[in-house]
């Protein structure tokens, strides 16, 4: 009976672990994929980029962009604090002063009490607890004032030339990839084309209808294009590059660019752009505002001649005990208002040192306005001048590169025919991917010249 017994409980243990292991089991296959599903996540697709979304994007990171932001802000705060110096200034004065007693009896300042040994203060005990409010008026000041918002808005026009800079950098380097993956197309056509022509070549020789020479020719050329290629995917990897240091913390993250190379925007009459330049020109407005920031200051120079005034207004107790009242009905909560003048008589000429300092700033500033005037003029007209020449040549290159690709098609069928040599055929090819990479290159320089333009005129329409 015990041993039936046993053998049962035996079994039954037996199925019990079995039973465990193959829920285990089950539990590693299901926590398996489950695990691979976590630490592989889907690969998603690299995001599109704008234009816009990539100056965007470089304004975060642009090492230019940031530091004429700090100076911007800096100027800010500078002409804040030049605007609270004209303002009353309120702080609370707090103190406990002891002095020796003189030994000499009813001497101090209470009945009863004894003097300081030292006669400049008031008592042997004395408590102050003051708010005080002062202010200083100074034509000097003033013109302080407005000499560091006449930097600030030059740091402004600063910040702005800066951000169009960066545009002008930013579209150079999008559409030199854009220009880029353009040139690698076309050298891969290149290359199949070549491809064929070989097996055009090899294909007639076999007929007896060409020289072996044309087929050499034709793997000549072949291994040309197989060159221009690598080169090509070379100089996109250069472009992506250059534009990924721009955008991403990491150079070599994934992305796409929007395709707008071969988008041509029409070009605004000269009037207007020398409308949009007079209105919207951070050149001009950062020299005049430093002219501006160098005529406050000889003001600010000139105004050291000029006395200043100051205010004082004091509220609180000054007294021999640290109450509002003392005994015998004394009130020591109290006021008191002051006002002073300082009138400057003898510097030895520092006054007249730092005015003609000035002066010289200030004729310095004005030679720079009127050669940035000078400049901008000449910039501009030349600007809109290369516009409208890339313009030009924008057209003209996308139409050779139609006639390129259709002078290879009829030459390709005239050789076929036996109507055309080798060599012509392989100048059409050179033809066409020259005219393609001569089309992207074209593009390139037209965006760019619009980017040049509107760092003087601002946002085309």
């Not at 007693?101 to 003097?115: A, F, K, M």
């Not at 102050?128 to 930097?151: E, F, K, P």
């Not at 050789?415 to 055929?425: R, T």
Request: charged share 20%.
């Amino acid at each position: 009976m015990v041993k039936q017994f046993a053998e049962r409980a035996g079994h039954f243990a037996f199925r019990v672990c079995g039973l465990v292991v193959c829920l285990g089991w089950m539990l590693v296959g299901i926590a398996i994929p489950l695990r691979a599903q976590t630490t592989n996540p889907v690969a998603t697709d690299p995001p599109l980029i704008t234009l816009a979304e990539a100056e965007a994007r470089a304004k975060k990171i642009e090492p230019i962009w940031l530091a004429q932001q700090a100076v911007r802000g800096s100027a800010i705060y500078d002409r804040r604090a030049a605007l609270a110096a004209l303002l009353p200034q309120a702080r609370f004065h707090g103190e406990a002063l002891y002095t020796q007693p003189n030994g000499v009896p009813d001497s101090g300042p209470l009945p009863g009490t004894t003097g300081p040994v030292f006669i400049a203060n008031n008592s042997v005990h004395e408590y102050i607890s003051q708010g005080l409010v002062t202010d200083r008026l100074s034509v000097a000041d003033v013109a302080r004032y407005r000499q560091t918002s006449a930097l600030a808005q030059q740091a402004q026009a600063e910040a702005e030339i800066a951000q169009r800079g960066l545009h002008a950098t930013v579209t150079l380097a999008y559409y030199s990839e854009l220009a880029a993956e353009h040139k690698r197309t076309a050298a891969q056509r290149a290359e199949q084309e070549a491809q064929r022509f070989v097996d055009l070549t090899r294909k007639l020789e076999a007929g007896r209808e060409v020289a072996h020479a044309d087929v050499l020719k034709a793997e000549l050329q072949q291994e040309q294009r197989q060159r221009d290629l690598a080169d090509a995917q070379q100089a996109l990897l250069a472009a992506r590059e250059s534009l990924g240091v721009l955008l991403f913390s990491d150079p070599s993250t994934r992305y796409t660019l929007e395709d707008t190379l071969s988008t041509q925007s029409e070009i605004p009459e000269q009037t207007e752009v020398h409308a949009l330049a007079a209105q919207s020109n951070p050149e001009v407005r950062s020299a005049l505002a430093a002219l501006h920031a160098a005529q406050q200051d000889t003001h600010a120079a000139w105004a050291e001649y000029l006395p200043s005034f100051t205010l004082g207004y004091n509220y609180g107790i000054d007294a021999p005990e640290f109450a509002a009242n003392g005994s015998g009905g004394r009130q020591y909560l109290g006021y008191s208002i002051g006002a002073g003048v300082d009138l400057p008589l003898w510097n030895w000429f520092r006054t007249q040192d730092k005015v003609e300092q000035s002066k010289l700033h200030e004729h310095e500033a004005q030679a720079a306005l009127d050669y940035v005037q000078r400049q901008s003029i000449a910039a501009l007209d030349a600007s809109y001048g290369e516009l409208q020449t890339a313009s030009a040549a924008f057209t003209s290159l996308e139409t050779s590169v139609q006639q390129a690709q259709q002078s290879l098609r009829l030459t390709t069928e005239r050789y076929q025919a036996g109507e055309a040599s080798v060599l012509e055929v392989v100048d059409a090819q050179n033809t066409d991917l020259a005219a393609e990479s001569a089309a992207a290159d074209g593009a390139v320089r037209f965006h760019v010249a619009r980017a040049n333009l509107e760092r003087w005129t601002g946002p085309l329409p």
